[in-house]
Nanobody
Framework: QVQLVESGGGLVQAGGSLRLSCAAS????????MGWFRQAPGKEREFVAS????????YYPDSVKGRFTVSRGNARNMVFLQMNSLKPEDTAVYYC??????????????????WGQGTQVTVSS
């Protein structure tokens, strides 16, 4: 079992930055893919970023490429999402997710087994 807890969300003005953190507990992350997703009211869940734990490869959709950066901490239990140049359309609940044993760059929700409770990000115009 893996427990994931997100933090770092909040209210920010357009053009600002936020850094989300995801703390994993239960077991040490190893050959896993870690991902970030978001869901805005009335919209479907959207993939935001993923990182492969073993080789640190990352993947982003065009909507956030160049603005968001996913990284892992030195400790084998932290993942971060640095969000710059935020836009009002980035407003959503952001979720951290883990795909144990996935050696690729999981970009679909069904590839992930564990999910955090989410953290709200609100970008004002």
């Amino acid at each position: 079992q893996v427990q994931l807890v997100e933090s770092g969300g909040g209210l920010v003005q357009a053009g600002g930055s936020l850094r989300l953190s995801c703390a994993a507990s239960g077991r040490t992350l190893g050959s896993d893919a870690m991902g970030w997703f978001r869901q805005a009211p009335g919209k479907e869940r959207e993939f935001v970023a993923s990182i492969n734990w073993s080789n640190s490869r990352t993947y982003y959709p065009d909507s956030v490429k160049g603005r968001f950066t996913v990284s892992r901490g030195n400790a084998r239990n932290m993942v971060f999402l640095q969000m710059n140049s935020l836009k009002p359309e980035d407003t959503a609940v952001y979720y951290c997710a883990a795909a144990p044993g996935n050696r690729g760059l999981a970009i679909y929700g069904h590839e992930y087994t564990y999910w955090g409770q989410g953290t709200q990000v609100t970008v004002s115009s």
